[in-house]
């Protein structure tokens, strides 16, 4: 008890890319580990439709990398369907995904 819960982010590769999208977000506090000035700048880092108590944006950090996806066509490269080719082998493994934003 009385220990406070991080989303622990190591932003220690460079150009490294994390997207949160529809996820429920019961904190609103990132602790970056391995972070460094050389990595912030380079980091792609965004939001898109997240619920709960953490998810508001407005108080995030003020990085060139940090964005909040605001439609559906900005989100859609990062979709299974996009990202991984998802509708062409997905079907047929049994396992559950959406392909639409």
């Not at 000035?37 to 439709?49: C, H």
Request: aromatic share 12%; hydrophobic share 30%.
């Amino acid at each position: 008890m009385g220990r406070q819960p991080f989303l622990s982010i190591g932003f220690t590769i460079s150009f490294d890319r994390r997207i949160l999208k529809w996820t429920r977000k019961s904190i609103d506090r990132v602790k970056t580990e391995g972070e460094d000035d050389s990595t912030r700048s380079t980091l792609f880092y965004a939001e898109y439709r997240n619920t709960g108590g953490g998810a508001c944006t407005e108080d995030r950090v003020d990085w060139p990398g940090f964005h909040v996806l605001k439609s559906s066509k900005e989100v859609r490269p990062y979709t299974v369907s996009e990202l991984i080719q998802g509708d062409s082998w997905l079907p047929t493994s049994g396992v559950p995904y959406q392909s639409v934003v």
